[in-house]
């Protein structure tokens, strides 16, 4: 079945300092791809998304491009703040509109 | 008011007893889900329904059942709770405007069950 996988954290960084988070998924056909966020205490909120090949998501700083030949969807932060700290998701929407989700990245950013 | 509201926020039940949690919704979607959040596990998909007589199952059904009572309600029930459901459900609500697959989901604030 349709899948993803995402990096195991806590992933631990300094403020200012460069993020990476790695998202591979597997699925049939051409899903769509996202990016969640959950703050402390609270549910998921959208914080980026791409739709086919090729497409850079981008919102408050993150990126992520949508690499069909990779399967992946990374992503990237040129500079973290303390306030980044949260737990990532990256996901996937299916051809049956199945929302899928990975296991999570918790980040931790230190002043 | 939230978008998406889950009832009841935190609840505890024992082994055996049948517990339903609610999910109602403002945003006038046709898509609704349920979720459950374990630690290292990311979200699991129990159910989804994308119209009053259109429910399906997810990766994790065995155990619970769901009700789409109209398009702005969606209910999840543990018939007999065990304490591997303790866990945080969340529900969360998609559009289906133009049959796409790249709207985005919105979530409730979620419901934290303990089944002792």
């Given at each position: 079945g349709n899948s993803v996988t995402q990096m195991e954290g806590p992933v631990t960084l300094s403020e200012e300092a460069f993020l990476t988070i790695n998202c591979t998924y597997t699925a049939t056909g051409y899903p769509s791809l996202f990016w969640y966020v959950q703050y402390p205490g609270e549910g998921l909120q959208l914080l980026l998304k791409a739709t086919k090949a090729d497409d850079k998501g981008s919102n408050k700083g993150f990126e992520a491009t949508y690499r069909k030949e990779t399967t992946s969807f990374h992503l990237e932060k040129g500079s973290v703040q303390v306030s980044d700290s949260a737990v990532y998701f990256c996901a996937l929407m299916d051809s049956s509109y199945k929302l899928i989700f990975g296991s999570g990245t918790r980040l931790l950013v230190r002043p | 008011d939230a978008d998406v509201t889950q009832t009841p926020r935190n609840r505890i039940t024992k082994t055996g007893k049948r517990i339903m949690l609610e999910c109602s919704q403002?945003?006038?979607?046709?898509r609704m889900y349920w979720y459950r959040q374990d630690p290292g596990l990311g979200l699991r998909l129990i159910y989804y329904s994308f119209d009053v007589k259109d429910i399906n199952k997810g990766e994790i059904s065995d155990g619970y059942s769901v009700s789409?009572?109209?398009?702005?309600k969606f209910s999840l029930s543990l018939e007999s709770a065990i304490p591997n459901q303790t866990a945080l459900y969340f529900c969360a609500t998609s559009p289906a405007a133009g049959g796409g697959r790249n709207t985005e989901a919105f979530f409730g604030q979620g419901t934290r069950l303990t089944v002792v």
């Open positions: - | 403002t945003k006038g979607h046709d789409r009572q109209a398009q702005a």
